[in-house]
């Protein structure tokens, strides 16, 4: 039998109404949850997902603001921008879109977002308090695969998850809310010798590489329940993921699909994080007034 699919913009779309409910609650209060993107430069690629990011937010009622500045953008320019909008008090979310062009730092740029509206998760803060059991911001595409299991009742205790990848925005974080739900987590990366051999081991397998189809039939668990986080643009124009779709469906016992699966639930989470940022100003601006 093949894999039961792990539909993301379904679950997207049963979160989002939930989101629809605590943005009037926080509304009642005077307050609208407002994000503001930052994109630098005209990456193809990069100007498609900030569209879609705008369009989630007017999708289910956050206020959202697209900052575009040129490619030649300096350092000092972005920084101001962060600034005025870490002071701006109708936005409680900062996103600055990545990659950034190579003259630009980083991590200085995101280490510059008040922490209290990074919703990216990507703050030294964000990145320590995850690691430390109390998260301040989830970053987006691991706690939509965390969502994502839940939603299907897929058991972590003592479950062998195998992360494949160990990016600072995927891979590591994915390790962290694994091994806190109380999975026994293995990383491998590009380093890793006889990859097969620790995939074979998965009962949930994280792919995060970014190559098309790396992930073969053979190299997955009957049964084991695959989630494919990458996002490959194939000469021809398709959309694929680092899962072999169409081997591994009939391996798996859990599949999600690309697209429509891991890429929706990335944006569900942002839109999460940014309703999370308002809620906690709203709470701070209530305590303030008793
Ligand atoms: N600061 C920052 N935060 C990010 O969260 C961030 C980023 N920079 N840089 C780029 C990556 C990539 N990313 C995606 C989100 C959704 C889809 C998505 O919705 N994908 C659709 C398909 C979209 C299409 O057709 O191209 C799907 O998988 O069904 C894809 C990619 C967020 N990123």
């Not at 999708?59 to 040129?70: A, K, R, T």
């Not at 990335?266 to 940022?277: C, D, G, P, Q, Y």
């Amino acid at each position: 039998m093949p894999a039961t699919l792990i539909d993301g913009k379904l679950l997207s779309s049963v979160l989002r109404d939930e989101l629809r409910e605590r943005i009037e609650r926080v509304a009642d209060h005077g307050y609208k949850p407002g994000l503001v993107v930052i994109l630098v430069g005209a990456d193809p690629a990069s100007s498609v997902y900030v569209k879609n990011k705008i369009k989630a937010c007017e999708d289910v009622g956050i206020y959202s603001v697209f900052e575009h500045l040129p490619a030649t953008a300096s350092e000092e320019e972005l920084l101001d921008v962060i600034q005025a909008y870490n002071d701006d008090d109708s936005i409680q979310g900062i996103l600055v879109q990545l990659p950034l062009p190579a003259h630009l730092d980083a991590h200085k740029v995101i280490e510059a977002i008040a922490a209290e509206k990074d919703v990216d998760g990507f703050h030294l803060s964000s990145v320590g308090a995850l690691v430390t059991g109390k998260p301040l911001f989830r970053p987006c595409t691991p706690y939509g695969v965390m969502k994502m299991l839940e939603a299907h009742e897929i058991p972590l205790r003592g479950a062998h998850a195998v992360v494949v990848g160990a990016s600072n925005i995927v891979g590591k974080p994915m390790a962290m809310l694994l091994l806190q739900a109380g999975a026994t987590v293995t990383i491998c990366n590009s380093k890793t010798k006889d990859l097969a051999h620790h995939t074979k081991q998965a009962d949930i397998l994280i792919a995060a590489v970014g190559k098309p189809n790396m992930i073969t039939s053979s190299m997955v668990k009957p049964g084991a329940v695959v989630i494919d986080v990458g996002i490959n643009r194939l000469p021809d124009g398709k959309l694929v993921g680092d899962v072999d779709f169409n081997s591994v469906k009939y391996v798996a016992g859990y599949l999600t699909p690309v697209p429509g699966g891991v890429g929706p639930m990335t944006i569900t989470m942002l839109l999460t994080n940014t309703v999370e940022a308002a809620e906690r100003a709203c709470a701070t601006q209530l305590a303030s007034l008793n």
